[in-house]
Nanobody, 123 residues
Framework: QVQLVESGGGLAQPGGSLRLSCAAS????????LGWFRQRPGKEREFVAS???????YYTESVQGRFTISRDNAKSTLYLRMNSLKPEDTALYYC?????????????????WGQGTQVTVSS
């Protein structure tokens, strides 16, 4: 069983920054492939970014160049650094563990999810 707990959400101004964290349980965190998703009001859950256990990363186009996904295996923690935030980034952000070995953007390929952390971008 894997438990994922997100933190770091909050209110930010447009153009501001936030860093989300996702603390994971499990003794093989360094072998997990992981991702971030978000769900905006009235929208379906959507892929944001993923990172392999080797450190390869993959981003959705709308956050490319603004968000950075990273991991600290010693702390069993996944991060999402979000810069140049826009009001349309307002969403509930989830971290998730990928079931397989290939990075994908499909939510059904992820088998464990956190409870989410709210990010609100507003002036």
């Amino acid at each position: 069983q894997v438990q994922l707990v997100e933190s770091g959400g909050g209110l930010a101004q447009p153009g501001g920054s936030l860093r989300l964290s996702c603390a994971a349980s499990g003794r093989t965190f360094d072998r997990y492939n992981l991702g971030w998703f978000r769900q905006r009001p009235g929208k379906e859950r959507e892929f944001v970014a993923s990172i392999s256990w080797l450190g390869s990363t993959y981003y959705t186009e709308s956050v490319q160049g603004r968000f950075t996904i990273s991991r600290d295996n010693a702390k069993s923690t996944l991060y999402l650094r979000m810069n140049s935030l826009k009001p349309e980034d307002t969403a509930l952000y989830y971290c998730a563990k990928l079931r397989g070995a290939v990075l994908t953007r499909a939510a059904y390929d992820y088998d464990y999810w956190g409870q989410g952390t709210q990010v609100t971008v507003s002036s």
